[in-house]
């Protein structure tokens, strides 16, 4: 079934139409790749689904369930976490505390009993402490906890900002450009991590420009240019069709 | 009684407007709220007065003296205590410094000439008439038409002139004007000191109006002028006007029919009662997020 | 406890016990605004207003109806709590700076509100406060607030009011119900306020809407600032350095506060987090661990 389903959406800001009626399904455990030229309405669609921006018009269910209307908070307690095309860490926090504001929505303790700091609150703050040093292990960042998150080269920064959306148990995770500004060497590792992140029977929707990591990653994708979604299919169909390659790809290809 | 309380209420409501379009040009490209504006307003009321009692000039020499003083304080204001910030800090530190800046130059003028009251020399002759009951004294004339013309030529300018729509250009994207070729560092150091201007203006004709000047004036003419940026919708220009009108003509009305002892408490009520009710103010566009 | 403050005035110079004791009020004030300015992010430049209604409504409570110092105490703190969540709830919801407006602005009309009151004195002030603040007392609440506010921040709701001061947009994706922790902070932040308010009237014993002006709010939010936002070691080491300096230096009011501006603006050039701000205990662990692995090579 549908876990995420976008109903003919359109988003204007002043006039301009960045997005129109758009319709999109992600299926349960599946890596679904957002491709397009840059003004696409790819990071506007993110903005949309996570409630930071409301849809013009059109509606956006996640389980079954209208979604648009949430505010952001709300939203990513459903289970959908995301990251940022322009990195937004909590910079003057530890690695390790990042990771931790990222479990923010799945514990609960409160300020009386954080104020008493025993019973409950004690048991979960252990829980949090060892989970986040679990999800920094496996991006790699174990080692770097303790240092300011502005401290990490890029993309350390990248990675961390993936461990902190995991923090909230996603069952939908939003990947916005995570290749952006890696060497190869950083993208092979990132490949290799998405692919971890669907062993977690996660699903994943990914906006990248890095041809080679979505035809690798992806098991679908979809096309947007110039706020409409002009193709749909697997890595292959996408590769061949004509007005992909003419409108995107180019000759590069 | 009404007509009256009205042509009071706009003559402080037009000084208001041009100390607010001071707050609205600013906050509309690097979206700080300038606070050391009051202070450029007060300083602006001394250079003034300094003119026509030292050199005894016209009180139009000396309002065009004193914009042209403050055009440079803002300026300067801008390269020492602002520029240094952009870009590598948060908006909370740069407003933080902007309210050192307001500080030390309140305090600054303390120590230059006591913290006591002046008033402006009886330079002109003011004599009224009455239009039907009521009573218009030639400075409120003065004071009308001037600020009149100052935001006609503002006008003018905005949208006239080369430099005019390179700020235009910046309050819709500061980072795209640049990519444009557009000189942003020179476009901000125009608005302080357009805005300096507008609020030297408004400086000399209150010190005239009330006849009276002192160090801390700055501070509650000020913060009035911001709630009126923000009444009109903050970062537009026409709403920064009409804002300062109606903050003018609210303030005396309240004055003269509810309680005149919380006359400074009116402003704020309006402000608040703003945020809660229609937050972009009356003319602004809803303010949309960057992410 | 009333043998030992006697005992403490007797053998220790009452300029110095003074000293103290005003020390200890500005430390629970700073923290107040700390949490609301250095950790969340939220520019509160009222919060002598706070303060004052603390001030009052205590000692009004103390006066007229004869309430306990506690109760009086715990009658301002709620007072300027409620009046806290009063303004926090319109103004927080939104994004940017009105905050700083709103409060500046909601500061002084609490002082022309009680400049027109009757039961507050009008411009005489109040006075015969009962006198029941003294060094130890004062120093139980600031060691206290010292202790739950250190927790407050290690725990998850600190954690949360970090990140919005880092990122409002990722702190929201973290599923951080922003609007709600800001305004928590705020009311947080104001009941500190009118706590110390409290105490500042039952110290005294005679208070004037003049005590509470703006250039108090300023200098609190001074002390924030130079010793760290954020920070609570910084923002004790502010709050110290703020009140012993004057006293030491008997600057003349003017000269003090053209150094509050100019302090202001050189911190936030040069370090805009303040004297302690970003300095932690494992960095400091660290360096001192590297050295001593130099050094012992070296021998």
Known sequence: ???????????????????????LQVRQEE????IGPNGAGKTTLFNLIT???KPTEGQVLFRGRNIENLPPHQISRLGIGRTFQNIRLFRKMSVLDNVKVGMHAVTRAGFWGTLREWGYSRKEEKKIDERARELLAMVGLYDKRMEYAESLAYGEQRRLEVARALGLNPVLLLLDEPAAGMNTREKEELIELVAGIRGMSITVLLVEHDMNVVMNVCERIAVLDYGRKIAEGDPYSIRNDERVIQSYLGVGM | MFWQQLINGLTLGSTYALIALGYTMVYGIIQLINFAHGEIYMFGAFAGLFLVTRFGVNVFVAMLGAMIFCMLLGMLVERIAYRPLRGRSSRLSALISAIGVSIFLSTLMVLIRGPQTDRYPDTIEISSFSLGPVQVSSLQVIILLVAALLMLGLQVFIHKTKMGKAMRACSED?????????NVNRVISFTFALGSALAAAGGVMVGLYYNAVWPYMGLMAGLKAFAAAVLGGIGSIPGAMLGGLCSGVLEIFGVAYLASSYRDAIAFGILIVVLLVRPQGILGKPISKKV | MIVMEQYLTQYIDPYYVRIAVLLGINIVLALGLNLITGVTGQLSMGHAGFMSIGAY???IMSIHAGTSFGISLL?????AAAFGFLIGVPTLRLEGDYLAMVTIGF????????????IAGRAIGLSGIPSETGFLNVWLVAVLVIFLNTRLLKSRTGRALYAIREDEIAAQASGINTTFYKIFAFVIGSFLGGLAGGFYAHYMTYINPQDFGFMKSIELLNMVVLGGMGSIPGTILGSVVLTLAPEMLRMVAEYRLLFYGGLLVLMMIFRPNGLLGDVRWYDIRKRLARNGVKSYGTA
Do not use: H, K, P, W
């Open chain 1, 31 to 34: 890596i679904f790749g957002l």
């Open chain 3, 57 to 59: 409504t205590a000692a």
């Open chain 2, 174 to 182: 500061l980072d795209a004007s640049s990519l444009m070729g557009v």
């Open chain 1, 1 to 23: 079934m549908e876990l995420l389903e976008i109903r003919n959406v359109s988003q204007e800001f002043g006039g301009l139409r960045a997005l129109d009626s758009v319709n």
């Open chain 3, 107 to 118: 500061a002084e009309i609490v002082r022309v509100v009680f400049l027109n009151l009757d």
């Open chain 3, 75 to 79: 009658g301002g703190a709620l007072m």
């Open chain 1, 51 to 53: 409630g930071i921006y």
